[in-house]
């Protein structure tokens, strides 16, 4: 006897992890209760669980917080980089004289600047937003300049010989030509912009600004209360997932129909 | 540098207007800024529906010669004309060019792939799209414009990419070894094909003001070129000249022609010359020597 599902390539994409994942919770549970784990050390699957159902409205308050500052600092962030990706694939001077400065901000650890942006700028929501941004702008930029860059010579030179002006050009190769990459780096940059929204909140710390994941976490610390941290990562790590899919099914849903990375 | 006279009368010929000559490089010359010459007192006048094959091992700057054509590339010596102006578009002639890859847009279908020219000239869309369907079928793909490039397979993305070129109804196509990617049986019927359009458009020049076509045809395959074209240029590397220039005066080209005495005469006389132009001994590739 066939079971269908199992030959559904979508089904076993879907089923395959979650079994994995499983297993594995299964493993951990068994070996908490076998092992007598004390509950402030690691609490068993079934503890978080419960956690996430009975500290749910309030934990996820505070999801909707990171949330909202994760999104608005993506947005900023893709906004921005596709304007200086732009700028820098205009002209050679701009970008050889512009492009360490957006290395800069890259390397320059959040960590190390949110507590003067958190001194500088009076409105929290907008200084947590702003430090989010910083990690998650650079992905965009260097893919999208990547991508614009990119353009098949030959395609150029066929654009040259028939005359195209700079803004056919742009339009319609080489704006076309770098989706594939500025997905790429959608891809990473939603990711970093949760990473940033956490990161700054926790440097943002307790005083009265929080209400956010990491501040739920931070308290959960300080409580020795680890079902309830641990509640909080899986929130993240589940946001940051979702995240992720949205962003892999933006792109399928757009160049799924000429590129090969979206195929399949 | 003193001209010879013989020299200067044939410049001074080149800045009469003549109809017939659509392009003509002028003892071209090119030189890259590591030393490389890629060209060197090159002199080729390309007549309207001309089909000339550029033929030579890889080096020759056969492919630089084109590009000059195409007004990509800029001579370092000498200069180019076309229909005796200084450049393509004052001389009011329509260029189209193919290259060795397809370079077909792979985010947009066949159809608007051939479009392309037009889109980029404004043309309104009523107006191309029946030219972009006679396009397409000119090379056998009448029923494909809605396939995407990758959809299709090597020859049929290179007759795309001549149907893009046809499209604009050039004066004269310049194609840069255009089949040189295909396996042999492809290519043989994509070089029978080319011919008989070539010889379609040409044809029908008899009576009223239909454009005659120019081909220019680089290659590297002695019995491509000599298959496919009425004259064949042949060329030699370091530095790239032109060491022949034969007339192939056959008038029917198809499978027998490629058995026949007179291609085989062809195909020997050109590798002869090669060979003499070369030192006696042929250059296979950059690497063998220093």
């Known amino acids: ?264 | 540098m003193l001209m010879k006279y013989s020299e200067i009368e044939e410049d001074f010929a080149s800045l009469t207007t003549d109809a017939n000559t659509v392009l003509f490089a002028n003892r071209v010359e090119k030189t890259y800024p590591n030393g490389t010459r890629a060209l060197d007192e090159v002199r080729l006048r390309i007549q309207r529906s001309d089909f000339v094959s550029l033929l030579g091992p890889s080096g020759c700057g056969k492919s630089t010669l084109l590009k000059m054509f195409a007004g990509l590339e800029a001579p370092s010596h000498g200069h180019v004309r076309w229909l005796g102006t200084d450049s393509p578009r004052k001389s009011g002639l329509k260029i189209a060019m193919v290259f060795q890859e397809a370079t077909l847009m792979p985010w947009a279908n066949v159809a608007t792939n051939v479009r392309l020219p037009l889109d980029l000239a404004g043309t309104p869309k009523a107006d191309s799209a029946p030219r972009v369907q006679r396009a397409l079928e000119a090379v056998g793909l009448g029923k494909f414009g809605a396939s995407y490039p990758r959809e299709l397979s090597g020859g049929m993305q290179m007759r795309a990419s001549i149907a893009r070129a046809l499209v604009t109804e050039p004066d004269v196509l310049l194609m840069d070894e255009p089949f040189g990617a295909l396996d042999e049986f492809t290519r043989n019927r994509l070089d029978a094909d080319l011919r008989a359009l070539w010889a379609q458009r040409n044809a029908r020049s008899d009576g009223s003001d239909t454009k005659q076509l120019a081909i220019v045809f680089v290659t590297h395959s002695i019995y491509e070129a000599v298959y496919l074209s009425s004259r064949v240029v042949m060329m030699a590397a370091r530095p790239g000249r032109m060491v022949a220039d034969l007339r192939i005066p056959d008038p029917v080209r198809d499978d027998d022609f490629r058995l026949s005495m007179a291609f085989t005469e062809h195909c020997r006389d050109l590798s002869a010359r090669l060979l003499a132009a070369s030192g006696g001994e042929f250059e296979h590739d950059e690497g063998a020597r220093r």
């Open chain 1, 1 to 264: 006897m066939k079971t269908p599902l199992l030959h559904n390539p979508n089904a076993i994409k879907i089923i395959a992890p979650a079994l994995v994942g499983l297993f594995l919770l299964l493993v951990w549970q068994v070996l908490c209760i076998a092992w007598k784990v004390p509950i402030y050390l690691v609490p068993k699957p079934s503890d978080i669980a419960m956690t996430l159902w009975n500290d749910g409205p309030g934990l996820l308050r505070a999801l909707g917080v990171t949330l909202k500052i994760t999104v608005l600092a993506f947005l900023v962030a893709v906004v921005l980089g596709v304007i200086a990706a732009f700028l820098f694939v205009q002209n050679r001077i701009v970008e050889t004289s512009l492009f360490p400065y957006a290395i800069l901000l890259q390397v320059t650890p959040v960590v190390a600047i949110a507590p003067l942006i958190i001194i500088w700028v009076k409105n929290p929501t907008i200084a947590l937003v702003f430090c989010a941004t910083l990690v998650a702008l650079f992905p965009i930029i260097s893919n999208t300049v990547l991508g614009l860059r990119s353009v098949s010579p030959g395609l150029l030179n066929l654009f040259r010989l028939n005359g195209a002006t700079r803004w056919q050009t742009l339009m319609r190769l080489r704006i076309p030509s770098a989706l594939p990459y500025f997905f790429g780096g959608l891809r990473i940059s939603s990711g970093l912009a949760l990473i940033g929204a956490v990161v700054a909140e926790f440097v943002a710390g307790t005083g009265g600004t929080g209400a956010g994941l990491a501040y739920e976490i931070l308290q959960a610390g300080f409580q020795l209360n680890i079902p309830r941290l641990f509640a909080a990562l899986v929130l993240i790590s589940l946001t940051g997932i979702l995240l992720f899919t949205l962003m892999a099914w933006l792109a399928k849903a757009s160049i799924s129909q000429w590129h090969e990375s979206e195929m399949s």
